[in-house]
Every structure is written in structure tokens, then in C-alpha cells.
């Protein structure tokens, strides 16, 4: 079995920023040569997440707003005494830190309408690493 790491680093505009990545990994797949395996796309940190989702400006501000009244900013919470970003927390653990996908034939397995893209949570702009793992033969 091979395996090949690449880094994509960029910047965030803050507080629910969605970063679409999905051009950046088919390309890290294609090129390293793995025929049959899978992806692990993979944030370090805790409060960005990385999700699937429909490139569809509609939908992406549907999401940003229902994702800000599921875990309300402000709510009292404890870890606010330190940083004022517990709210960024605790979406990040529901939203997850990766996902994973089929590698065929030496391309990317996903939906026609299934991008994959960084969710910012944090509530400043930040700048980020994202770790794309191709596992396989």
C-alpha cells in the first residue's frame, strides 16, 4: 500500500466562512498516481470542520444560517470566560474535522452536487492547513 500526504494552506474571512476545496484534492488524488484506494480530508484544529455540500450560493447561505441557530453565539458558555469562541467549538465537534472518500481509477469518488469544503468557525480569520491523505494502490 502507498500513502501521500499534501498540505493545502489558505486564509479565512472569519466566523462562517466556507472554503470549497474540492478542485484541490481531485488534484492531489490525480496526482499521486494511487489507482484504488481513499482520501482523508483532515483539519487540524478545533474549531474548522470539513464537510459535503452543493457549491450553490442559496444553499451555502442556508447552511451558514441554520448552522448559527442550531449553537448561538453568546449563549453564557463556560469556555467564554477564556475565548470568547465556545459557540466555534461546539459546531466544529457536531460538523467533524474530516471525511473520507473511494478513490477509483485514480479519481475521486463523490456526488455530482457534492463539493467538499472547509468550514470556518473560528471568529476571526485565520490562516489554515488542510491535510489531504491518499491511501492505496
Partial sequence: ???????????TKGEIDLVDITHEVERIVEESGINNGQVLVFVPGATGAIVTIEHESGLLEDFKRVLGE??????GYLHDRIDDNAHSHIRATLLGASEGFPVVDGKLVRGIWQQIFFVELDVRPRRRKVVVQVMGE
Fill in 70 to 75: 442550531l449553537i448561538l453565539k453568546g449563549k
Fill in 1 to 11: 500500500m502507498e500513502v501521500v500526504t499534501k498540505e493545502l494552506h489558505f486564509t
